[in-house]
């Protein structure tokens, strides 16, 4: 038996008779008001000095900087790629961001700018942003995304299937989804903004992990709300409860919305005292981001100086 | 024929434990009693027993609906106006002018019809929703204490022994009732009234005697959650609170003035109900 | 000094992804916290803030030695240094103060219009606010609970109870179904060292609202903020008398309830003395309201939102370092999630940060006071002698100061001291139930009836226990929640009266 197959019959719709493999007694249900308290307490951890230059160092190298547009040209993400490359031109100790996020169709003009790097390249696909697309269709992109040289694959789920109770399409989409990733990362996005209540969120990110996602992603940016505090505790902790039932170590992709190095930290924050300081790798952790980039800058660039620093004075990429 | 005296315990007519009598003197006008009849005199065994019968009747009593422990109230308001006569002539016998007797009876069943009526208002009156700051339902509602001892005032006794009582019970508690020692003849009669009724056995419980013997048990017991003590003895009220000083009971006190302000309107009210009854405030979170 | 926090490195299992067999929570792997990211110190700045050296007492509107000269230490309990010595009022000073609360009750305060007594209270209110810092840092200092608490909590709290107040001052007419009310004079107020301020905040702003003046007596070993508030009320130039503030130890307290002039005591502390002041003022007609002890039950169902009712326990025990009578010190948790309750539970005690309480990162502070620490340790003792495994969070504890770690026993029975007996510290009995009967029984089952907190998703359950609950406050999927607007106080022997919200108004006044 496959671990997918006994995965499945969790959902309750697999008409193979297989043991259950449950690794948590049941989904727990999600207090909301519960979880943006902790979430917001988290908020208050203070980071000064050292351990805040630790912290928006170790941010830069777990960003995904990120461009998703119409508009995307060549142009625009081989400059992204540069930046990705080296974040901050005078500071060559900082390392580089983990991976730059881009369409498909930008891939080669990214795998080409990056040549060389170890950043990596990640792509959307599955219909992104809506995912209203015939599987094969879905899975057509994710083929193509990884052949043009994509090491990441950012997919989306199936909201409307989620939110009409078909859990077991969402799983296996997914699943189908990790296979056509043939050894690329896969990142599930949730678009949490758009499952309307954290039970939701809970009970998607145990889908999603069930059914192989390496990373799960609160959002595509291109619904609000994003990312949030207390949504990013909701999927950290089935990420925990994964963990400590069965060893497994899922990441975590908070996506759009975080645009301040102040918000950086207080992730940083929930994942440390969520997940413990293993999960404070770019292997593990990622912050899908385009403006955020420029303000953990300055924010270092603060820390270094002493002097506060002026926008026009980090490039715009 | 004559008939025998005895206290109202678990819903029951008993004699003392102790087997001990006081004997009360009254006219015999109107009745078949004889000048003298035999009371009992209840001990510190009786008022535990009428702990144990308060304490089995009081979830069931808390637990029935406002609306009916409102009729149950009815029921015995019905009942007194029934035995009217026998009541006056109770109270006639203990030496109370007949004018004043019929005055007596009259409002005891008024005041019984008017508690009977409060039963289900006053938690909307003292509940509350509470407008906290956060994301969160909050309410405070009352609820009865559990076993409350009354110290029933001497005189009057009918409209005291009701006024005292039926507040107490109307708020969802039991109680164990030590009846004035002036007319405990009239406190058995309105016994037999409560018997007659619908209240259940246990919600009311009355002891003859002396309440400087006896009160003290009540006062000090852990089972019994408050005390309503109409006294004229200041010695005996100081030394109760004191005694209930050991479990943290509610006390309420009456000054000697009381007692005679009990006929008018000053002697029923909300806050008659109100210092028998607990606030419980709950929370919730409210969210998705 | 502390704020130094040990490096837990932890045992991990690394099994091989997507496990085979059924993984019993228990046998889980832990996770790890080994200094990625560490937060180095954040103390609370606190050179703007001066404690006078000695304090003196607070009578009819102006500061007074003590007629016996007496004063006695106020020291930090997380640097045992000596923070300013603080007057010891005897029965005269005492006396003076209630004469000067009957004279400003007879001149001033009674007379004044309500709408008058409110705008003294506003005032307060805001003053609260505008030294907000200053009161948090020096409360820190004096009791030992961390900042972020007497930040976000205690001195927010108090701010918001003056204001609460000060808008009944002239709405009493509607406040009582009708009823008419009058003042009942002077008010003798004794307040606990858990919550300095706020306790001061809790009995004297509906005491002014009502019409009466006070006559305040803190904790002896927490005095400063409740003096602090002295000049915030001779700042808001409320008339001379109306606020007096008499420190010193229980001899003080018990002048003030025993003053004949004295027509409500009104206290917050131990059973034990609510018992004695109980006896105290027996025959005397002032009328009386206790805040005493508690020993609440946390009961935790198998089907509640597990991760928040974590947090939820470990608010109701380790705030404010379990020096809180409401604080959920009896964890009945539903036997089917007991392990899986316990061991998160754990997991989520070794990230609390125990230290310096003016770091901003301290979660639990300092044990207020040798005394208190002791009596920790010895209920601890008896709860290991009596079989109860014993978990303490393993971090290095700063070496001056009382300090005691985060602790939780399980396999406690009913029976135990830890089980029956208010510990007052960070110190959590586990307890486990079969059934919602069994569990309100458990719950029930002490001498206390002072709180409970309910942890279920499902909501009919929810009301069928916060019905049968004997106790005054009940959280439902929460805990330790506080607010102006909610009525607080307990049932059985945690006390009787009530403070907060409309009900917490009648303990101020004489209905008829």
């Known amino acids: 038996m496959t671990t997918r197959e006994s995965s499945l019959s969790r959902y309750g719709s697999s008409t193979r008779a297989a043991p259950v493999p449950i690794f948590y007694p049941a ?66 100790t900082l390392g580089f961001c983990a991976a730059i996020c881009v369409y498909p169709n930008l891939v080669p003009v990214a795998k080409r700018a990056l040549a060389g790097t170890t950043v990596k390249v990640a792509s959307v696909a599955t219909a992104f942003p809506s995912g209203q697309s015939p599987l094969d269709v879905k899975l057509a992109d994710v083929r193509r995304a990884v052949e043009l040289g994509a090491d990441e694959i950012d997919m989306v789920i199936d909201r409307g299937a989620m939110l009409a109770g078909e859990y077991t399409r969402v799983f296996e989409e997914i699943a189908a989804t990790k296979e056509a990733c043939a050894g690329a990362h896969l990142k599930v996005i949730l678009e949490t903004g758009e499952l309307g209540a954290y039970d939701v969120v809970r009970r ?34 089935a990420i925990r409860d994964t963990y400590v039932a069965t060893g497994r170590r899922i990441g975590m992709k908070p996506a759009g919305g975080v645009r301040t190095a102040k918000q950086a930290i207080h992730y940083l924050v929930l994942v440390k005292e969520t997940l413990g300081d293993a999960w404070l790798t770019p292997e593990l952790f990622r912050f899908g981001a385009s403006a955020l980039l420029n303000d953990v800058l300055m924010q270092l660039e603060k820390e270094r100086t002493g002097v506060y620093q002026a926008a026009e004075d980090f490039s715009k990429d | ?74 029921r015995l308001a019905e009942v007194m106006e029934s035995r009217a006569g026998e009541l006056r002539a109770s109270l006639v016998r203990a030496g109370v002018p007949t004018r004043d007797a019929s005055r007596e009876v009259d409002v005891a069943v008024d005041r019984a019809v ?106 000090k017991h852990r089972e019994v959650a408050a005390l309503d003590a109409w006294s004229a003895d200041r010695a005996l009220l100081v030394a109760l609170e004191r005694d209930a000083s050991g479990s943290v009971k509610r006390v309420r006190t009456h000054d000697e003035t ?31 | 000094m502390g704020g130094e926090i040990t490096k837990r490195k932890r045992s991990q299992d690394l099994a091989a992804p997507g496990g085979t067999s059924p993984a019993s929570p228990e046998r889980g792997r832990n996770l790890e916290t080994n200094g990625v990211l560490e937060y180095a110190p954040a103390p609370e700045a606190i050179d703007h803030v001066r404690i006078a050296p000695r304090q003196d007492l607070f009578i009819a509107g102006t500061w007074r030695e003590p007629r016996a000269g007496k004063y006695t230490a106020a020291i930090s309990p997380s640097t045992e240094e000596q923070l300013a010595e603080i007057a010891e009022a005897d029965e005269r000073d005492v006396d003076d103060a209630v004469r000067a609360a009957q004279r400003a009750h007879e001149k001033y305060w009674s007379k004044s219009r309500p709408a008058e007594r409110a705008k003294y209270l506003f005032r307060v209110a805001r003053a609260i606010q505008e030294k907000a810092r200053e009161l948090a840092i020096v409360e820190s200092m004096n009791g030992g609970k961390p900042i972020k608490e007497s930040r976000d909590v205690d001195v927010p709290l108090a701010a918001a109870h003056f204001f609460y107040h000060a808008g009944w001052a002239d709405k009493l007419d509607l406040a009582f179904a009708g009823r008419a009310w009058r003042p009942l004079g002077v008010a003798g107020q004794i307040i606990p060292w858990n919550f300095p301020l706020l306790m001061a905040a809790w009995k004297v702003a509906p005491a002014l609202a009502c019409g009466n003046t006070v006559v305040l007596k803190p904790a002896e070993t927490t005095p400063l903020t409740a003096l602090l508030l002295a000049r915030i009320v001779e700042e808001a130039e409320l008339p001379p008398g109306v606020v007096n503030v008499v420190t010193g130890a229980g001899a003080t307290g018990a002048a003030v309830a025993a003053h004949p002039g004295v027509r409500k005591v009104a206290f917050t502390g131990s059973t034990e003395v609510g018992k004695r002041l109980q006896h105290a003022v027996a025959g005397t007609k002032k009328r009386l309201t206790l805040e005493l002890g508690g020993k609440a039950a946390n009961i935790v169902f198998a089907d509640a939102p597990v991760d928040q009712a974590i947090e939820g326990i470990v608010n109701g025990i380790y705030f404010n370092q379990g020096h809180v009578c409401c604080a959920g010190s009896r964890l009945l948790v539903e036997e089917s999630a007991h392990d899986l309750v316990v061991r998160k539970l754990k997991d989520r005690m070794a990230l609390l940060r125990v230290g310096d309480p003016l770091d901003k990162n301290t979660d639990v502070g300092a044990i207020h006071s040798l005394p208190q620490l002791r009596k920790i340790e010895e209920l601890v003792a008896s709860g290991e002698k009596e079989g109860a495994d014993r978990f303490s969070v393993s971090c290095a504890l700063p070496r001056a100061g009382y300090w005691f770690p985060p602790t939780l026993f399980t396999g406690v029975a009913q029976s135990t001291r830890i089980a029956r007996e208010e510990i007052f510290g960070p110190v959590l009995s586990v307890l486990t139930f079969r059934t919602p009967e069994e569990a309100v029984e458990k719950a029930n089952g002490t001498m206390y009836g002072l709180s409970a907190g309910v942890w279920t998703d499902k909501g009919a359950k929810l009301f069928w226990m916060a019905q049968r609950l004997k106790a005054g406050v009940v959280w439902g999927n929460t805990y330790n929640k506080f607010d102006p607007a909610a009525a607080f106080g307990g049932y059985k022997e945690s006390g009787f009266g009530r403070e907060g919200g409309r009900q917490g108004l009648s303990a101020y006044v004489e209905l008829s």
């Open chain 2, 258 to 288: 009381a007692a005679s302000r009990i006929a008018s309107d000053a002697g029923q009210g909300l806050g008659f109900i109100e210092t028998f009854l607990e606030t419980k405030t709950v929370w919730h979170p409210v969210g998705t």
């Open chain 1, 27 to 92: 989904r727990p249900p999600v207090d909301q008001v519960g979880v943006e308290e902790r979430a917001a307490s988290l908020a208050k951890r203070s980071l000064k000095k050292a351990s805040k230059v630790a912290a928006l160092r170790l941010a830069v190298r777990m960003m995904d900087l990120t461009t998703l547009e119409g508009k995307d040209t060549p142009g625009k993400v081989r400059a992204l790629s540069r930046k990705a490359a080296a974040p901050l031109a005078t500071d060559a």
């Open chain 1, 204 to 237: 998607a990110s145990e889908i999603a992990i069930a059914a192989g996602a390496d990373f799960i992603k609160t959002s595509t940016g291109k619904i609000s709300p994003a990312a949030t505090p207390a949504v990013t505790l909701v999927m950290l902790e």
């Open chain 2, 1 to 74: 024929m004559a008939k025998a005296y005895k206290m109202f315990v678990g819903g029951s007519f008993v004699r003392s434990e102790s087997g001990r009598y006081v004997q009360v003197r009254g006219s015999p006008a109107e009745s078949a009693d004889p000048q003298v009849v035999n009371v009992p005199r209840g001990s510190r065994k009786d008022a535990r027993d009428a702990v144990v019968a308060a304490r089995a009747a009081a979830d069931g009593w808390a637990a029935r609906t406002a609306y009916n422990r409102g009729q149950i109230l009815y």
């Open chain 2, 114 to 219: 008017y508690y009977a009526g409060f039963c289900d208002k006053f938690q909307a009156l003292l509940a509350s929703h509470n407008p906290v700051s956060g994301p969160h339902f909050g309410f405070s509602l009352v609820e009865p204490m559990g076993v409350v001892a009354v110290v029933a005032p001497a005189r009057p006794a009918l409209l005291g022994l009701v006024s005292a009582v039926l507040p107490v019970v109307a708020g969802g508690n039991v109680c164990v009732v030590v009846a004035g020692a002036d007319d405990p003849r009239t406190a058995v009669l309105w016994c037999e009234c409560l018997a007659t009724s619908d209240v259940p056995g246990g919600v009311v419980n009355v002891l003859t005697g002396e309440a400087a013997e006896i009160a003290p048990h009540l006062a």
